[in-house]
């Protein structure tokens, strides 16, 4: 079984500051982690993704994430706030070996960002 | 790459009546997945397919549901009847997998259903 867990459901930054959105995994194998963004009244936003190689992923806008297998996380951050970035962000998860026909996304409640001028 | 398209944007309908949501996927992708979101619920797997057969439909709410994917271009979600507990925005969305590749999941603007 595959789960994930966003931990705060909302995260407030002013802007400028750094940013960090907090996910935590369980998978049986190996993972493979997404980060999605949601603004009002839109669908999800592919942000970035890990599947292998390097710990720190770049993605669009600016964010990045890092994996950290040992406390089986992979926050989500990014140096400088925008007030544009308030939106809600997405955790989700997909075991590496799920099997042959196991293609779905396990995903997180979601965590609301509010970045404050 | 015109993305994953929906229809209609919004849907509002009376208890009772059949609803049918439409999902044009991203060319070229095998898979396509079918959403809901709900304040209460958060985002729900309803069921996906892959080339076009239905592989897990565990999440369809009940008889009420049924999806269908006659090609790789379109894929239907009907509710019939429909009740005022069914009002969601229901997203689909479609991937591209082969082997034990994974690649991201590219979500339409979603359609956001009203039933009274």
């Known amino acids: 079984a595959q789960s994930v867990a966003q931990p705060e459901d909302q995260v407030n930054v002013a802007e400028g500051n750094p940013l960090t959105v907090k996910c935590t995994y369980s998978?049986?194998?190996?993972?493979?982690l997404f980060w999605y963004v949601q603004y009002p009244n839109r669908g999800l936003q592919f942000l970035l993704k890990?599947?292998?190689?390097?710990?720190l992923v770049k993605g669009s806008y600016g964010f990045e994430a890092e994996f950290n297998k040992s406390q089986t996380s992979f926050h989500l951050k990014k140096p400088s706030a925008l007030v544009s970035d308030s939106a809600l962000y997405f955790c989700?998860?997909?075991?590496?070996?799920?099997?042959?026909?196991?293609?779905?996304?396990?995903f997180g409640k979601g965590t609301k960002l509010s970045v404050i001028p | 790459d015109a993305g994953v398209i929906q229809s209609p944007r919004h849907e509002v309908t009376e208890m009772g009546q059949e609803v049918t949501l439409r999902c044009k996927p991203i060319?070229?992708?095998?898979?396509l997945f079918w959403y809901r979101q709900t304040m209460m619920r958060g985002l729900e797997l309803l069921i996906y397919?892959?080339?076009?057969?239905?592989?897990?439909d565990s999440g369809m709410p009940e008889d009420r549901f049924s999806a269908k994917m006659p090609n790789a271009s379109f894929s239907t979600l009907k509710i019939q009847p429909s009740e005022p507990r069914d009002s969601a925005v229901y997203f689909c969305?479609?991937?591209?997998?082969?082997?034990?590749?994974?690649?991201?999941?590219?979500f339409g603007p979603g359609t956001r259903l009203t039933v009274t």
């Open positions: 397919f892959n080339n076009n057969v239905p592989i897990d």
């Open positions: 998978v049986s194998g190996n993972p493979y």
């Open positions: 060319s070229g992708h095998n898979s």
């Open positions: 890990y599947i292998t190689g390097d710990n």
């Open positions: 969305a479609s991937s591209l997998y082969f082997g034990t590749s994974s690649y991201e999941q590219y």
């Open positions: 989700a998860v997909r075991d590496a070996y799920s099997g042959a026909g196991s293609y779905q996304l396990t």
